[in-house]
């Protein structure tokens, strides 16, 4: 047989280093050549140790390569503390032993290489007579001979069952815990160096006969003792797994899979925590973005789909905070509740903050009464449509403010059961266009008024300054129902249209808080884009149904500074009962089980968060005098006696007086019939019960001065005898 040319020279080289290691140490024991054999011989130690360490197959291999060195070392240190040759010529002995020992164990070419044999000359063909027995089959390099166990072998067959795919090579199996089939494999290049490519799940998952998506490939961290890197894989086979996720998954797994892929309703999120509260009925969904970084793009329908939930608004709702979210899922509408109010919800405190309502989750809202941080009086602005309960919340508003020591006005364009009732216990409320026009000039004059009341500290008018005792005048607060009705009014909208901007701009600092309220926050409808400003930054403005939920939306953006996520309000609460697709094909009626949203409102946060609430409830059919302060808060009567010098008190019912509101006609041909005819028609709003605008010949009159355009086109309207 033929020596391969590694182990000669491996031969030789013991042969040549004996007589080196017995003479260096005994004739020169100062040359370099002792230092360089035992650095080897440390070089050897080391290996010993990192072989040790290694969680790898062929340890026992790694030890015998570095012994030569290590014994060499050790022969070199012995010869040169032993005098002489030594006994007996211990040192001749011991190299002439090491000499034979490599000889016969030849670490560095055998196992050093394993199976990597350098190719021979083929032996001559023996004669066809001649048998021979067949020689031993290789070993396959799929499973090399490293006391790897069972499961390792066998996920090695099967590997190179397969072809080695992408030229890799399992080094270890591990099964999972619990489980028959499923575990992971770690793979790494056949060749060193090389990285990994080409390498699928399918290409994983055929060898082991599992769905492509049963496999998960995954890096290989680096691990003391063993190599990480490109060249190296982990491919996990969870069969098992998969299996029970798909049937029973848990919360995390079914968020992952249903909620928070690229194709879920809120991709990039993961779940933190489900809860459960059964005694509110409502279970909690807490997720944040992965990436926390991203802001959370929510799909609520699709999370009602992916968490098995019914997709109804009046049940699920979201709260978005930063790059955490929230999600309620209730068994029955939350918002459904009454809330009743009482005098300690609305009693405000030292900041001029009282409770208005309660969110979904059952925290209190609380709107202002004035703005304490910037010594002001505060606005206010409240929209829906008819019957979604903007007077119920003027009643816990009014009640607040007045518990608070206000002043109330409250004016409408026409006469209602609740505005009356809520005229018992406040200072003023009347029912026409020409009331409202009146009662906006009148707080506008007491702008001027309180500029010049001293106080009686100093003798000095100051500015308004909420909860200051020593100020001489009260809060005012100015309601106006149906706003943007009275400032389209063809007599008076124009008045109180200026007047009511006015008084956005100069009442705060004077304690006169102006509250419009309607069903439009436009500008063609009433509102300029200067009392909208003035109104969004001095409020909180409460949005009710606006007749759909776009409507509704639209409008709570137009009174925020920027485009947040506005909660939507249905026009009734509706649990989804049964299949609509089943019903169709019955020929069943839709069940009628709704809900009515009234006093369900959007509520604009001081940060410009939009908040879904349940306003409180004054019932109006019994006694509100429980929520109002026993005495009704009035002006001072040095206001009142400046208002009357200016012709701004007493009954704002009264028909226009005399040049209040136009210019006093000049006398014509018609006498002064016909001129008390005219000035009755201008003041046909000033009745109690809104009276009529007056025929086409009330409205003729001397042609009053044309300064706007609403005036002009009055004017073409009066000539329809031309």
């Not at 031969?11 to 005994?26: D, F």
């Not at 015998?64 to 010529?89: E, M, N, S, Y």
């Not at 063909?125 to 027995?133: D, G, N, V």
């Amino acid at each position: 047989m033929t020596t391969p040319r590694s182990v000669a020279l491996e031969r030789l080289a013991y042969t040549l280093a004996a007589p080196v290691l017995a003479v260096a140490p005994n004739v020169y024991p100062d040359s370099p050549v002792n230092q360089v054999v035992q650095l080897a011989g440390a070089a050897g130690i080391g290996g010993w140790i990192l072989a040790a360490k290694s969680d790898e197959a062929g340890t026992g291999r790694k030890i015998l390569r570095w012994a030569p060195l290590v014994l060499a070392a050790a022969i070199d240190v012995t010869a040169r503390h032993t005098p002489g040759w030594g006994p007996w010529w211990m040192d001749g002995l011991l190299t002439a032993a090491w000499t034979a020992a490599g000889f016969t164990v030849l670490p560095f070419s055998r196992h050093a290489r394993r199976h990597h044999r350098p190719a021979v000359a083929a032996p001559a063909p023996a004669p066809a007579t001649q048998l021979r027995p067949a020689p031993a089959p290789e070993p396959s390099p799929a499973q090399p001979d490293d006391g790897a166990d069972l499961l390792t072998r066998e996920a090695r067959m099967l590997w190179e069952r397969a072809g080695m795919p992408a030229r890799t090579h399992i080094v270890k199996a591990t099964r999972h815990p619990g489980m028959r089939n499923d575990m992971t494999i770690l793979l790494r290049a056949s060749e060193t160096g090389r990285p990994i490519t080409g390498l699928t799940e399918a290409a994983v998952a055929a060898p082991f006969g599992v769905p492509s998506s049963d496999v998960v490939l995954a890096d290989v961290a680096i691990q003391p003792g063993r190599q990480g890197g490109p060249g190296w894989l982990e491919a996990r086979i969870t069969p098992d797994a998969n299996t029970r996720r798909r049937t029973k998954p848990t919360d995390q797994e079914r968020w992952t899979d249903r909620v928070g892929g690229p194709k879920g309703g809120a991709p990039g999120s993961v779940l933190v925590h489900r809860t459960r509260d059964d005694e509110r009925g409502v279970t909690f969904y807490r997720a944040k973005m992965a990436d926390s970084t991203e802001s959370p793009r929510i799909d609520l329908a699709k999370v009602c789909r992916g968490l098995s939930l019914p997709e109804d608004d009046s049940c699920v709702f979201v709260l978005i905070d930063g790059n955490e979210f929230l999600i309620s899922a209730f068994d029955e509408p939350p918002l459904s509740a009454i809330f009743l109010a009482t005098r300690e919800l609305l009693t405000p405190d030292a900041n001029g903050m009282y409770v208005c309502g309660f969110t979904i989750t059952g925290q209190p809202v609380k709107n202002m009464v004035f703005q304490h941080d910037k010594n002001a009086a505060a606005h206010g602005l409240i929209l829906g449509v008819s019957r979604s309960g903007k007077t119920q919340f003027f009643a816990i508003n009014m009640a607040a403010e007045s518990l608070a020591g206000a002043v109330v006005w409250l004016s409408t364009v026409r006469k209602d059961e609740k505005t009356t009732t809520l005229g018992q216990y406040i200072d003023r409320q009347g029912s026409t266009a020409l009331w409202m026009a009146r009662q906006l000039r009148a707080a506008k004059a007491l702008c001027e008024i309180r500029a010049e009341m001293p106080w009686p500290h100093d003798g000095k008018p100051h500015d308004y300054k909420p909860g200051d005792s020593r100020c001489p005048y009260r809060l005012l607060s100015v309601y106006a129902d149906e706003f943007m009705t009275a400032a389209q009014d063809a007599l008076f909208g124009e008045d109180i249209q200026t007047n009511g901007d006015d008084l956005t701009v100069t009442g705060l600092k004077y304690g006169i808080g102006f509250k419009p309220a309607g069903q439009s926050p436009f500008a063609h409808n009433g509102f300029s884009t200067e009392m909208k400003d003035n109104l969004r930054q001095n409020s909180r403005p409460v949005i009710f149904n606006m007749g759909s939920p776009g409507a509704t939306r639209k409008a709570a953006e137009g009174t925020m500074e920027n485009a947040y996520d506005v909660p939507t309000i249905p026009a009734r609460y509706s649990r989804q009962e049964g299949s609509a697709i089943e019903r169709a094909m019955r020929g069943e009626a839709d069940p009628e089980n709704g809900v009515s949203t009234g006093g369900v409102a959007v509520i604009v946060l001081d940060n410009g968060r939009a908040v879904l609430m349940r306003a409180l409830y004054a019932d109006f059919d019994t006694d509100l005098s429980n929520l109002f302060p026993n005495d009704v808060n009035r002006l001072t009567d040095y206001e009142i006696s400046e208002l009357e010098k200016r012709g701004l008190w007493g009954d704002w019912n009264r028909e226009p007086d005399p040049g209040e509101f136009w210019p006093e006609p000049a006398e014509d041909d018609d006498g002064d019939d016909d001129g008390r005819s005219r000035r009755r028609s201008g003041g046909s709003g000033g009745k109690v019960d809104g009276g009529k605008r007056g025929t086409k010949s009330d409205t003729r009159r001397a042609e009053p001065q044309v300064t706007s355009p609403r005036q002009a086109l009055e004017a073409i309207k009066s000539l329809n005898n031309a």
